[in-house]
């Protein structure tokens, strides 16, 4: 078979088997402990960006901080306040975070923080919704797509982690100017062992990526998560999206994690499908809330 032209959609052969989307297997939902070391694994993720993660057993809170970074870097994560203790604690943390200069934010893990019904108390005190995703997760390995000879998979190293950055940075509109900075950082996660990343390749040039970090068993073992799934602007819909999902989930099983699971915009169909295809299934929607001006 000859390689195909840049930019075709990969082939399946006709001798292959057909493909099933929806794996046959019993479905087992996350437990507990599960659900809540996805959240704390969902703000640790923010250190691969340069953030610190502080816990505050006083406050009831982990701190995500990268001063002077703004609200996607600077907020408060896994909530934990005793039943009749919102308002008082929801005063000191608006007036702990305007004192260090930023301005008070924090992440809602639907059906896991405490109290449960947080969101709704925040906007019932003025605060205001600014993002929200749904996680989705997967326990069973999914097929690898069929490579056509043209495509490439590997892992990131320390001399591909630029194309990986780049990709990212155009797929996501992050500032270019903090490009090299990100790729050293990714440079720097990859040889510590705190995540792995892995790049698809069309006649040599990156079309996809996605990375995988490892549970750190703060909550509960065996919990990988997945990020920074992308696909070049012009290469989409040709399943490369599918195709590193499919790899990077199988890695993060195949080390020995008993869940994966990833972040996605439920407006973005295309990739809710995608994900559902491969036997990724909804947990919890989690959003983050921003204080009004006092």
């Known amino acids: 078979m000859s390689d195909p032209a840049p930019g075709s959609a990969p082939r399946r052969p006709a001798t292959a088997r057909a493909r099933r989307d929806a794996p046959d297997h019993d479905v087992v939902p996350p437990t507990e402990d599960e659900r809540e070391a996805i959240e704390r694994q969902q703000a640790e993720i923010a250190t691969t960006a340069g953030a610190g993660l502080f816990d505050d057993p ?93 495509l490439r998979v590997e892992a990131v190293t320390q001399r591909s982690a630029h194309d990986c950055v780049e990709l990212e940075t155009a797929a996501f509109g992050l500032p270019a100017e903090r490009l090299d900075e990100r790729a050293e950082r990714l ?11 892995f790049l698809v390749r069309l006649a040599g040039e990156p079309v996809a990526s996605a990375r995988l970090v490892p549970g750190t068993g703060v909550a509960a073992p065996g919990v990988a998560a997945l990020s ?67």
């Not at 005793?82 to 008070?104: Q, V």
Request: one cysteine or more.
């Open 58 to 150: 006083d406050s009831g809170v982990v701190w995500v901080r990268a001063p002077g970074r703004g609200p996607a870097l600077n907020y408060a994560a896994c909530i934990r306040w005793p039943e009749g203790s919102f308002a008082d604690r929801l005063a000191a943390l608006e007036g702990r975070m305007r004192s260090e200069g930023e301005w008070p934010v924090m992440t809602v893990a639907e059906g896991v923080n405490q109290p449960t019904d947080l969101a709704d108390r925040l906007a019932a005190a003025g605060w205001v919704r600014l993002a929200g995703e749904r996680i989705m997760w997967n326990r069973h390995p999914p097929t690898v797509p069929h490579l056509d000879p043209g």
């Open 187 to 197: 440079v720097g996660a990859l040889a510590a062992g705190e995540l792995r990343a």
């Open 228 to 294: 920074a799934i992308n696909v070049t602007a012009g290469q989409r819909r040709r399943g490369y999206g599918r195709l590193v999902t499919a790899v990077a989930t199988r890695a993060g099983l195949a080390t020995g994690h008993k869940l994966v699971w990833l972040s996605v915009d439920e407006a973005n169909t295309a990739a809710v499908g995608v994900y559902r295809g491969l036997g990724f299934a909804p947990a919890f929607s989690w959003s983050r809330w921003a204080a009004p001006s006092r």
